[in-house]
């Protein structure tokens, strides 16, 4: 069974301050792996994509990626109370195969 | 990025009676859709894989008969949710892949909420 696993939370931070969110994934074989933030009552919307080890930066957010260890990562600088939804990691583990994780949520306190 | 629309929104409907919810990609052709359930507080449950000129793929558990898709064009799928009870009131969200077999960004809809009294 092919897992994507992430911390329910949730995790609070004050305002201004960097927020981690962590997603582990099973299967090696993964290619593409996204981030997505999910507002209650809301459908999820797609927020970074990474494909090769390494980070890739956009805006206050940075992606990374270790496929040696099976991780990825979200950091969110200068966390906002705006931010505070849930946060998806998705792996695609296959032609059209996307697992998700069930979310971390994040709580930016002002 | 790419957009895929949902609609109803939001809908209310009496036991018994069927709903049809409607997935459009805006601005791609997508062969094929995604259908998700959302019970509140919960994470996303994928239902089925809704493909384009062929049968929709249902995960385990997903009555087909209850939850019929149809994936008409490149750019519209359809899930009916018949017969439809309480319990079957939830959020349900559609998604399609913008091109990459295994690289595509998944973009969701806006979500469906039912509601059935």
Known sequence: QKEVEQNSGPLSVPEGAIASLNC???DRGSQSFFWYRQYSGKSPELIMSIYSNGDKEDGRFTAQLNKASQYVSLLIRDSQPSDSATYLCA???GTY???FGTGTRLKVLA | GAVVSQ???RVICKSG???KIECRSLDFQATTMFWYRQFPKQSLMLMATSNEGSKATYEQGVEKD???INHASLTLSTLTVTSAHPEDSSFYICSAPLAGLNTGELFFGEGSR???L
Do not use: C, D, G, R
Request: glycine residues 0%; charged residues 10%; aromatic residues 14%.
């Open chain 2, 66 to 68: 209850k939850f019929l």
């Open chain 2, 7 to 9: 609609h109803p929104s």
């Open chain 1, 91 to 93: 792996v695609n583990s």
């Open chain 1, 97 to 99: 195969k996307y697992i």
């Open chain 1, 24 to 26: 582990t994934y099973s």
């Open chain 2, 114 to 116: 039912l509601t059935v």
């Open chain 2, 17 to 19: 009676t069927s709903v």
